[in-house]
């Protein structure tokens, strides 16, 4: 299926256990992204990647790692779960243009999301 | 640090009503201004705005945004319970480095 997809979307875990939150798009957009969303703080930004082994961090990405060896792929890895990573995890793909005026360029496009809650 | 707020918070109307959601931020270098819609499920995009004074349209909705005094809204005419959802503003900063910033969102309720 064409789009985005999150997988697993609901993941109950333990305080220190590792855990992968997995994304893949189907549109070989360049950009991808993972923010979390908290009540009270919206989204934010975690970690985001422009290509291929190119990744960068965004407002929150203490506790979490990324890695893109595939276009496609953008897995979000949590190496040691704590309670206030507890959240809703949402993946997201664009294309990013200097002149947004480009057609779909620079609207990013949202995952399901990925319910997880750290006991 | 670009800045994003939203009001009202939320808002509660019957259906027939008519809303304005308000959004202003603060960004280096402006490039675009977004608006999305959330459910009870993944934001979906609504409008983006890059000029000041354009009205972008889509049935009930529209959106403006004025660049000088660095705001946008969002009207929604004849609100139905399908418009319950919280709204949320985005602004893209341009440059190398891209970054868009999320403000915290409007939960609307329209109640029949």
């Known amino acids: 299926d064409a789009g985005i997809t999150q997988s697993p979307r609901y993941k109950i875990t333990e305080t220190g256990r590792q855990v992968t939150l997995m994304c893949h798009q189907t549109?070989?957009?360049?950009?991808m992204f993972w923010y979390r969303q908290d009540l009270g703080h919206g989204l934010r930004l975690i970690y985001y990647?422009?290509?291929?082994?190119?990744?960068d961090k965004g407002e929150v990405p203490d506790g979490y790692v990324v890695s893109r060896s595939k276009t496609e792929n953008f897995p979000l890895t949590l190496e040691s779960a704590t309670r206030s990573q507890t959240s809703v995890y949402f993946c997201?793909?664009?294309?990013?243009?200097?002149?947004?005026?480009?057609?779909?360029?620079?609207?990013?496009?949202f995952g399901a999301g990925s319910r997880l809650t750290v006991l | 640090e670009d800045k994003v707020v939203q009001s009202p918070l939320s808002l509660v109307v019957h259906e027939g009503d008519t809303v304005t959601l308000n959004c202003s931020y603060e960004v280096t270098n402006f490039r675009s201004l977004l608006w999305y819609k959330q459910e009870k499920k993944a934001p979906t995009f609504l409008f983006m705005l890059?000029?000041?004074?354009i009205e972008k349209k889509s049935g009930r909705l529209s959106s403006i945004l004025d660049k000088k005094e660095l705001f946008s809204i969002l009207n929604i005419t004849a609100t139905q319970t399908g418009d319950s959802a919280v709204y949320l503003c985005?602004?893209?900063?341009?440059?190398?480095?891209?970054?868009?910033?999320f403000g915290k969102g409007t939960l609307l309720t329209v109640n029949p």
């Open positions: 890059t000029s000041s004074g």
């Open positions: 985005a602004v893209e900063r341009g440059g190398s480095n891209y970054k868009l910033t």
């Open positions: 549109w070989s957009h360049s950009y």
């Open positions: 990647s422009a290509a291929a082994d190119i990744t």
């Open positions: 997201a793909s664009s294309e990013i243009r200097a002149r947004p005026q480009v057609s779909g360029a620079n609207v990013l496009t």
